[in-house]
Structure formats: C-alpha cells, structure tokens
C-alpha cells in the first residue's frame, strides 16, 4: 500500500516493482483494461506514423503477461525473432502460454532493461505501459539508438503527469511523471518523432477500497512498501469520497501518452 507519511515523487524501487507485479500475475490481464487499450493504441499509431514497417527482429520491453506480445505477433507476421524482456523472470512462462507454438522464435531476457545487457540490433523497439517506471529516460534512449538499425522505429507508452493524480492527491505520493512536451525532448535528443499524442482514461469504482484493489491487482501500487494502519485506510477512504465521488461511484484517472519515432543518423 501507498506510504502516506511521503509528500514528494518517490524514486521508483526496482526490486518492489518486481515483487508487487509478481503477485499480480494472476490478477493482471483481468484488472488491466487501460493497459490493454493502450497497447491497442500504440499499434495503431505505429501502423500510421511507419505504415512501411516490416519488421523483423523486435525487442519488446516490458512484456508482462504478454498482452501486446500476443498483438505484435499478430500485426508482424514476418517477424523471424522476437526478444521480450522483464523484471520478472516469472513472465516467461505467462507469455510462453499465450502464444503457444509461436514461442520457438522468442527469447526471453529477464531483468532490468536499463542495466541488460542487449544482444543485438533490431528493427522495432517497442514497450507499452512500462517506461515510466526507469531511472534514467534520457540515457535509455541512447541505449535504444544503439541497439537500433538503421531505419528502425522506437515505438512506446508511458504514463504521465495526470496518471493517478487521486491517489497523488489523497495521499501526496507519486511518480515524477513527465508531461507530453517534456517526452518529446528527451526523445528528441536522438529521434526523429513521427507521431506523439496523449490521452486520458478515467475508470470508475463502487468504493475507493476497489480502486487500492485493482491497484494492487495490477502491480500498479508499487511505489511504497509501509503497510497501512486501520485509521490510514478509513482516512484514505474518507478523503478520496470527499474529493472523487460521482454518479458511478469514484473515479481513478490513468493518463497514457505514445511516441513514434526514429533514430537520427
């Protein structure tokens, strides 16, 4: 659960982003509808901004549970190898089972994609609701303009500065999210950008204990480790009704941005 007693964007930790997406792997496909149209989205978006795009050896970051490994499998079929990579080691299996046969031409590359070793170079680097949880964007990005070839596509979602902003309000906790102008200039250092656009989704929940449940149900309350008291969740609750309440309930704001782009020569 969140750690109320902190009023300032805390640094992501690595190792409890692993832990609380871990414990979600059973949870997740079922609690993550946003992520599920965002990696719909990001799609498109490609398709639009690089409608020539054949790729053939993509890195995917972030795979998860394979949600949008199962749609690049499905929108490349020349793909001759797919590298997907993970904090969570667990993840391997979780994709391995949804694409069934089509798991021979994956290589799977646990651990931190800022710190990985890559193998090789490739056509599409692409991650979808993961980015927004690194250290260092600006010196990730130079490690994709490496390992890209030439003519290759970057292609990712993150969230930004609206992302949870209720949770942030209630409780003074969150990530330092960027906006969508401060995306395209770190993206810009090295990238051509060929498409970048942002959105806001706002789900709606009976109470806010279901909003803390589907956080956790995602792996999404993974910036605090300190366990709540009783009095901590009846104020969480109080205060979250008082400020978010509507006709369907109380609502919890997800705020996904895309970029498109290509390495500059």
């Not at 805390?10 to 992520?35: G, N, S």
Request: aromatic residues 8%.
């Amino acid at each position: 659960m969140y750690d109320v007693t902190r009023s300032i964007p805390m640094i992501p930790d690595k190792q409890l982003i692993r832990l609380r997406f871990e414990q979600a792997a059973a949870t997740y496909e079922q609690q993550a509808t946003v992520q599920q149209r965002v990696a719909e989205r990001l799609l498109t978006l490609l398709a639009d901004a690089a409608p020539g795009l054949q790729p053939q050896h993509i890195l995917e970051i972030g795979c998860c549970t394979g949600l949008l490994t199962e749609k690049v499998l499905t929108r490349y079929p020349g793909i001759v190898h797919l590298t997907i990579s993970d904090l969570v080691a667990a993840f391997e299996q979780c994709v391995c089972r949804k694409i069934g046969a089509l798991a021979d031409n994956i290589t799977f590359l646990a651990g931190d994609i800022e710190t990985v070793r890559l193998p090789s170079r490739y056509d599409l680097i692409i991650s979808s609701s993961t980015l927004h949880w690194v250290y260092d964007l600006p010196e990730l990005c130079r490690k994709f303009h490496h390992h890209l070839q030439p003519g290759g596509v970057l292609a990712f979602s993150l969230y930004g500065k609206d992302n949870l902003r209720e949770i942030r309000s209630v409780t003074g906790v969150g990530l330092a999210y960027r906006d969508l102008e401060q995306l395209q200039t770190v993206v810009g250092e090295k990238f051509e950008i060929l498409a970048a656009e942002e959105a806001r989704e706002t789900l709606w929940y009976p109470e806010p204990i279901a909003v803390l449940q589907h956080l956790r149900a995602t792996g999404v309350n993974s910036i605090g480790q300190q366990a709540w008291t009783r009095r901590q969740v009846n104020a969480f609750i109080a205060d979250y009704k008082s400020q978010f309440s509507g006709d369907q309930g109380v609502r919890l704001t997800y705020h996904p941005m895309f970029i498109v782009a290509r390495p500059r020569s």
